[in-house]
T-cell receptor, first 111, second 115 residues
Framework: DAKTTQPPSMDCAEGRAANLPCNHS???????VYWYRQIHSQGPQYIIH???NNETNEMASLIITEDRKSSTLILPHATLRDTAVYYC????????????FGKGTHLIIQP | EAGVAQSPRYKIIEKRQSVAFWCNPI?????LYWYQQILGQGPKLLIQ????????DSQLPKDRFSAERLKGVDSTLKIQPAKLEDSAVYLC?????????????FGSGTRLTVV
């Protein structure tokens, strides 16, 4: 699976949109982009995933660039409960491998 | 639906002792994973089960770690004997079909401290 690069930490004001970038310049055509987050003392939580089209669900939006070399996770109205480590992972679609986590981005929502 | 259940929540043991962790995945989820998360790092996959069979245990330290998933439902992960470097959170996750693009559901983990 391709490697991802994320900033180690980011701050965002409560109520504003949090935009978390991820670089995956070596992504292959059949690899999906997944986002998970891990709130302190909890297990990771699935947020969203996509292949090439932008995706939106009740938690977040995922914007994937046309060349698929980077993506952005958007939390539209961040709250204090969104403070967590966010992991961007690429994984082969229909692949049998488990998820490979990096160190992620520690997002801190400021009141 | 009920989430992935793990127990115990915390465990403290001395080095060279043995320890076991239990996981009950979401009903109907065929694939079960055990991850190890050392402080400050992302989770690392240890073993993957499909029903009651092992499909990937390449990162499991087999000299001291073992896991089983009898009847394709609950699973246990055992460490014997434990070392100081085994101090970590052990996470269990499940998914409906490992070959599809579903998200995984993780449990809250068991925090192991080896002293």
């Amino acid at each position: 699976d391709a490697k991802t690069t994320q900033p180690p930490s980011m701050d965002c004001a409560e109520g504003r949109a949090a935009n978390l970038p991820c670089n995956h310049s070596t992504i292959s055509g059949n690899e999906y982009v997944y986002w998970y987050r891990q709130i302190h003392s909890q297990g990771p939580q699935y947020i969203i995933h996509g292949l090439k089209n932008n995706e939106t669900n009740e938690m977040a939006s995922l914007i994937i660039t046309e060349d698929r070399k980077s993506s952005t996770l958007i939390l539209p109205h961040a709250t204090l409960r969104d403070t967590a480590v966010y992991y961007c992972i690429v994984r082969t679609g229909g692949g049998a491998d488990g998820l490979t986590f990096g160190k992620g981005t520690h997002l801190i929502i400021q009141p | 639906e009920a989430g992935v259940a793990q127990s115990p929540r915390y465990k403290i043991i001395e080095k060279r002792q043995s320890v076991a962790f239990w996981c009950n995945p979401i009903s109907g989820h065929a694939t079960l994973y055990w991850y190890q998360q050392i402080l400050g790092q992302g989770p690392k996959l240890l073993i993957q089960f499909q029903n009651n069979g092992v499909v990937d245990d390449s990162q499991l330290p087999k000299d001291r770690f073992s896991a089983e998933r009898l009847k394709g439902v609950d699973s246990t992960l055992k460490i014997q004997p434990a070392k100081l470097e085994d101090s970590a959170v052990y996470l269990c996750a499940s998914t409906k079909d490992r070959l599809a693009n579903y998200g995984y559901t993780f449990g809250s983990g068991t925090r192991l401290t080896v002293v």
